[in-house]
């Protein structure tokens, strides 16, 4: 079997990890579209939207209730 790229082998576990990372983002993000879209049941959207600009510190551009 032919050894691995030197550069590779210690490219592999930033690559692993940036990947890894990613995916716990993605995941955070749709826990977080859960919880906002909870919130929109309960208020209208421009309530919702000042809301979570105020609690937590959102900006305009992010929630698009």
């Known amino acids: ?3 691995i ?8 576990p930033a690559v ?3 990947t890894d990372l990613q ?3 993605t995941c955070r993000l749709l826990a977080m579209a ?5 919130l929109t049941e309960i ?3 421009a309530e919702a939207k000042t809301s ?8 305009d551009t992010e929630p698009s209730a």
Request: charged content about 25%; overall charge neutral.
């Open 23 to 25: 995916q716990q983002t």
């Open 16 to 18: 692993q990890q940036t």
């Open 34 to 38: 859960v919880e906002i879209e909870k």
């Open 5 to 12: 790229d030197p550069k590779a082998q210690t490219l592999s």
């Open 52 to 59: 979570l600009k105020a609690r937590c510190s959102l900006p």
């Open 43 to 45: 208020l209208l959207g």
């Open 1 to 3: 079997m032919a050894e």
